[in-house]
Every structure is written in C-alpha cells, then in structure tokens.
C-alpha cells in the first residue's frame, strides 16, 4: 500500500468588519484506510466551507467540490470521508477551502419590520440612505444623525458575534474603515446587523449575547470612517464574495412598515 499525504489549507473570505483570523479549524483523522474530515466552529455564528479535493485514486462520499455550512460554535462536525480505490496503488489528496462567515443558503425573511435603533421618543434624521452618494454607493445602508454618546438599540432579536471598541481614530477615508468600531448581531432568519461608529469603549454587550429589539447596545460616536457623529446601520447576508446589504422595512409612528428615507426624521414611539 503506497499513500501519498498532501497538507490541506483554509483560506478566508472575510467579513468587510471582522479582520482577525476565525475560531475554525479544518482537520483530517485517517483509520483503516477511510480519512474523514471534520470542523471545529468556536464562533457565534455558523460558517460556510467550500471544499475542492484534487483525488488521486480515492472517492469523497459528497465529491470533488462541495460547499457545507457548520453551525455555530459545533465541535467536530463531520464533512466527508475519503476511501481508496485500490490499495495497491498510490493514492493520495489535495484539498483547497474558502470560508465565509454566516450560512449563504439562509432564508432571509425580507419582510420582516426593524424597529428604529434607538430610543423610544427620540428623533432622528437619516442624513444619507439607501445607495447614498456620499459612502453608501451601491449600498443598502442608513446613517443617522445621532450625536456622541447617545444610546444605540437593538432593531431586531439577535446573538451579538462580534464587538469591536478599542478604536478612537477618526478621518473621512475609506482607508479608515479599519477603526471601525462597531456591533455585529446575528438574526434567526441568517441576516447581520451591523451598528457602526460606536464610541471608544462604547458598547453595553459583548459577543454571545442574547439581546432584545429594543434593548441598550451602545453609544453612538463618530470613530473610524466617519466625516461626523453618526450611527451607521445596515443589514445584510453573506455571500461568497462577502455581503450583500438588504434595504429593511422599519415600524414608523404612524404603525406602518416602510423603507425609511433620506432627508426624512422619524420618532420611534413604541416597542
């Protein structure tokens, strides 16, 4: 029996927010002859995989190329299992992988109504929408005129996956974007919701927790790529080359559900 081992590598897409390296592992266990692989998911949310194997006389039981998805935070989640064709020959693997954060084959619930992500009886202006010509081009995004340290809420039921507020730098440059400071909640459906601009220091959760629509998050501040104090927020699902943002109907005083506008205020008035 001749076997010929080539290592396997984990590349990432990553998240436009999230610049570290994530908790997954990809890793291989070879007994009498069968090698399966299997995942290690230490995140608050599930990831996408995307396999290719180059065979050398073996079989995959899901093929040559394949893309699986982990659930959050599952420990040795089994993916495929390799066999020989004929032992009396030289056999043998290679194998590339992609990852990208979130399912991408999640159902997203377009219809669902976000509660405007402050404060009951505050009112604010969303000074650039929807594809905004300032940062927002081919966007799905909304900024807020919310001032320094005013209190972000949750739009909508989520896990909190990822909170970053070391950052105090500000500059209006897209290369800024990397001092973002921001919460990032996961939703049931398989959407993120991303709150940005967040003070130094100025978040009120951290990552696994389980927050309410309605609840304190955060402050609001003015710190990474920003011209001013706002709060940035956006909706989205991943995709294999990265996100793509959703434009969300939001309840308004007057109980309808509405996409909201640029230049317009609206009250949030109940929960």
């Known amino acids: 029996m001749r076997f010929l081992f080539i290592v396997y590598l984990l590349s990432c897409i990553q998240s436009n927010l999230i610049s570290r390296d994530f908790e997954v592992k990809v890793y291989s ?20 995989i995307e396999f290719e194997f180059d065979l050398k006389n ?7 190329h394949f893309t699986v998805v982990v659930p959050a935070k599952a420990m040795k989640h089994v993916v495929t299992k390799l066999a020989v064709d004929d032992a009396k020959k030289v056999y043998g693997y290679k194998v590339k992988t992609g990852l990208t954060m979130g399912d991408i084959n999640a159902s997203v619930d377009i219809g669902f109504v976000y509660e405007l992500p402050y404060q009951v009886g505050s009112t604010y202006k969303v000074f650039q929408g929807y594809n ?15 001032a320094v340290g005013d209190v972000i809420t949750a739009s909508r039921d989520g896990i909190v996956v990822e909170v970053v507020q070391k950052n105090s730098r500000t500059c209006f440059d897209p290369e800024c974007v990397k001092y973002n400071n921001f919460i990032l909640i996961l939703h049931s ?13 100025g978040s009120l959760v951290q990552t696994g927790d389980t927050v309410s629509v309605g609840e304190q998050i955060g402050y609001s501040g003015k710190v990474g790529y920003a011209s001013g104090p706002h709060l940035h927020f956006e909706v989205y699902v991943p995709s ?7 434009k ?22 109940k929960n």
């Open 240 to 246: 294999k080359r990265g996100k793509k943002t959703l």
């Open 248 to 269: 969300t109907l939001f309840r308004t005083e007057n109980e309808s559900a509405e996409l909201l506008v640029e230049g317009m205020s609206y009250i949030r008035f």
């Open 189 to 201: 459906d398989g959407s993120f919701a991303e709150y940005t601009h967040i003070m130094k220091d």
């Open 58 to 64: 073996m079989k995959s039981t899901l093929g040559a």
């Open 132 to 146: 905004g010509k300032i940062t927002h081009k081919g966007e799905n995004a909304l900024d807020f005129s919310m």
């Open 29 to 48: 266990e070879t007994n009498a002859g069968v090698t399966e692989f299997f995942v290690d998911n230490d995140e608050y949310f599930p990831v996408t």
